[in-house]
C-alpha cells in the first residue's frame, strides 16, 4: 500500500520480491519505497521555517514506521510476522505523532 508497486510488477524478478524491495532500502532510503502519490505536495515543496522542518522530520519518522509495520508484516514466514495486536498498538502511535504536530 506504501509503495504503489504490486507484488508482481516487472521489477521483481529473479527472487526480488516487494518485501526485499522494502527492507532493502529501509530505513535510509525510505522516501524511494514510499509512493509519491502519497505525498502531499505540501509536505514535499514545505519552507525551511522551524515549523516546518519539525513537521518534515516527524513525516519521515512517521514514514520509517509506517514502512517499518509493512516489513514486519511481509516476511515470508507467517510465525516470524508482527502480532496484529501490536500492528494496530503501532499504528495508534504513529497517528498520534502526526497529530501532535498540530500541537507546535
Do not use: W
Not at 508497486?5 to 524491495?21: A, G, I, S, V, Y
Not at 505540501?42 to 516546518?52: G, L, Q
Amino acid at each position: 500500500m506504501l509503495t504503489g508497486k504490486r507484488p508482481t510488477d516487472e521489477m521483481f524478478k529473479d527472487n526480488q520480491n516487494l518485501h526485499q524491495f522494502a527492507k532493502t532500502l529501509f530505513p535510509e532510503r525510505v522516501l524511494e519505497i514510499i509512493d509519491h502519490r502519497l505525498l502531499s505536495e505540501e509536505i514535499e515543496n514545505v519552507s525551511h521555517d522551524e515549523y516546518d522542518n519539525k513537521m518534515r522530520s516527524r513525516m519521515h519518522e512517521s514514514l520509517v514506521s509506517l514502512v517499518r509495520i509493512g516489513v514486519l508484516c511481509s516476511v515470508e514466514s507467517p510465525k516470524e510476522r508482527m502480532d496484529m495486536k501490536d500492528v494496530v498498538i503501532e499504528l495508534h502511535g504513529v497517528r498520534d505523532f502526526i497529530l501532535s504536530v498540530e500541537k507546535y
